[in-house]
């Protein structure tokens, strides 16, 4: 039996479902046109010793810029770095306006050279950041240092931060207060044995061999740290009784050399005058006598 034959009948469901995916299509299209090339940040990290504060990301950008936003808790978000290609924005001037609040950032991504680009950006939140919590320590500095027979006295000097009050820089010691500590690692020069002994202020007085010669250095602690709780070690230092006994040797020598050269100056004075006494003399002596 012959199958019949006519116009095929469209089904209007269909009809409508593919209009509304060509609608749904343009509209994605429209969209992209805008953010072609737009890449969101990743792997956002906080690097921050001494409270200076610089938010990184990837990747470098190819048709797309970045700008950052941070915030504190219950604060507004706060543009800095505007429409920058590079992958890094130092925040500082932002989180030293109170170390112990905690700080957020994102890294929005908008088309290059879109001037007239009205929809949203891309972006990519950062972990959260508690600067007083989480900035690395910067390297400490011996101060000074002496050795007087069987003690040796050692003077910390702090690290500057970026913290400021008053105008002024404040130390570490100054933000930190109680928190901080100092360890100082001694050993003789002679042997790789060492002692640790700490301080919760910037001087150690330790109690040492007469006569040997020791290296030493400090690092910064904050125990009440989960991490970051220790500073890299400072240069080593090393005491030298030989140096102590060539310096006092200088100091005496010079003593005498002083002494003898205001002996030859005075002696010098003496003689000249005594020289010009006996000139006058002797031409008093050889004057012819006045006739009345």
């Known amino acids: 039996m012959a199958s019949p034959t006519g116009p095929r009948v469209t089904c209007p469901e269909a009809a409508v479902s593919r209009t509304l995916l060509l609608g749904w299509v343009l509209v994605q299209v429209a969209g992209a046109s805008g953010t072609t090339g737009v890449v969101v940040a990743y792997n956002i990290t906080w690097k921050s010793t001494n409270f200076k504060t610089i938010l990184e990301w990837e990747p470098k950008p190819i048709n797309h810029v970045y700008t950052v936003q941070i915030s504190h808790r219950l604060g507004n978000w706060k543009s800095k770095c505007y429409s920058i290609t590079d992958t890094e924005c130092d925040v500082t001037d932002e989180i030293v306006k109170d170390v112990k609040q905690t700080y957020s950032a994102r890294v929005l991504s908008t088309p290059a050279n879109a001037t007239s680009y009205t929809g949203e950006p891309k972006y990519t939140n950062s972990p959260e950041f508690i600067p007083y919590l989480e900035t690395n320590l910067g390297r400490p500095a011996i101060q000074s240092f002496e050795q007087i027979g069987t003690k040796l006295n050692v003077t910390v000097q702090d690290p500057r931060t970026l913290v400021r009050r008053n105008g002024t820089f404040l130390s570490l010691r100054d ?31 330790i109690d040492v061999d007469k006569g040997q010669n020791y290296c030493f250095n400090v690092q910064a602690v904050i125990a009440s740290r989960k991490a970051n709780q220790k500073s890299p070690e400072s240069p080593i230092e090393c005491t030298s009784h030989e140096k102590g006994v060539f310096k006092d040797m200088f100091f005496i020598i010079g003593a005498v050399v002083f002494v003898a050269i205001i002996f030859i100056i005075t002696l010098s004075l003496c003689l000249y005058k005594r020289r010009k006494a006996r000139a006058r003399e002797s031409g008093k002596e050889n004057s012819p006598l006045r006739v009345a």
Request: neutral net charge; without cysteine.
């Open 175 to 205: 933000v930190f207060g109680d928190d901080l500590s100092y360890t100082l690692s001694y050993w003789k020069a002679s042997s790789t044995g060492k002692k640790m002994v700490k301080t919760d202020t910037n001087e150690f007085l």
